[in-house]
């Protein structure tokens, strides 16, 4: 893994680096760990754990930018279709030295933006039409410019694998319990079947569990990072703040129903889709509160003053 920034005008974050590295190998270690679980006491199964785990991750890490896409019903558009904001995606780049993502349009009243692509190459940049309509140009300006350093960061990349890996511990155990149950000898099933059904959904529990808090941890972090360095680089995090206060406030009166379809993919998006009433009860956030992220904003903007 690179340097946070390394290569763009984006300021490099080692917080967020050594955050990304730390988070990559405590989920790693654990998948190989709960793997191995499997093969050990499903002996029978070992070449069906081995295959769906590793084509399952390859795949998922392959394709997240065209699952995520097709997940939340982006489609990529041209600058002719959207010339304002392949532009000022067009400045951002060239400000910050980074070659450009693809740029993609959700038809989605919810005023949002996420990025996803495993590394800056394969990157896509994605808006829904609800942002688009309530922001004004510097404010649309400010949240690509955090979706982009996303992309700078490849923080991106870690997010999805991180979160996928513990999605796949549980998918691994329905699929290792049957196949374990079913391949094999008669008196080896019997002997270890017991067993297998008492330890694997507990440690696929635990491999889940710790995987989740890794992540909500991380996200939260990632997201003031990128604040910074969006509010860094484009000298106007008054800009910025004005979007979060704006995108919040408008999220907040999204009918319940779209929101909670939206709120798998929080994680994603530049501000999560949740409802005042989720948000003073959501402990475990994929985002930092609104009045973290603005009283950030505001000490960077005094330092810039200065």
């Known amino acids: 893994m690179s340097t946070s920034g390394q290569h763009t005008r984006f300021a490099p974050d080692r917080g967020l680096t050594s955050r990304m590295v730390v988070t990559m190998f405590v989920i790693g270690l654990l998948y190989v760990g709960f793997t191995g679980l499997l093969i050990a006491l499903l002996r029978g199964a070992w070449p069906l754990i081995v295959l769906i785990s590793g084509g399952l991750f390859i795949a998922q890490f392959w394709f997240s930018d065209k699952i995520t896409e097709r997940a939340m019903g982006a489609h990529e558009v041209t600058p002719e279709q959207y010339p304002q904001l392949h532009g000022t995606i067009d400045r951002i780049c060239a400000l910050a030295d980074m070659p450009k993502p693809r740029v993609a349009v959700a038809n989605n009243d919810m005023p949002n933006a996420f990025a996803t692509g495993r590394k800056p190459e394969k990157a896509v940049v994605c808006v829904t039409t609800g942002l688009l309509r309530r922001l004004e140009p510097e404010e649309l300006e400010g949240v690509l410019a955090h979706e982009l350093s996303h992309v700078a960061h490849r ?152």
């Open 155 to 306: 923080d991106v990349a870690v997010m999805t694998v991180a979160g996928f890996l513990g999605v796949l511990a549980g998918a691994m155990t329905r699929i290792a319990l049957y196949g374990g149950m079913m391949g094999g000898n008669r008196s080896s099933n019997d002997s270890n079947a017991a067993i297998a059904m008492l330890i694997i959904p507990l440690v696929s529990m635990v491999v889940y569990a710790i995987s989740f808090l890794l992540t909500r941890l991380l996200s939260r972090y990632r997201e003031l990072a990128a604040d910074r360095a969006a509010a860094q680089l484009t000298g106007r995090p008054s800009a910025l703040a004005s979007a979060l206060t704006k995108v919040s406030g408008q999220i907040a009166a999204i009918p319940t129903k779209d929101l909670r379809q939206a709120q798998a993919y929080n994680a994603f998006y530049f501000a999560p889709a949740l409802s005042p009433r989720d948000v003073a009860s959501q402990l475990l956030s994929t985002h930092p509160s609104l009045q973290t992220r603005l009283d950030q904003l505001a000490k960077i903007s005094a330092e810039l003053n200065r």
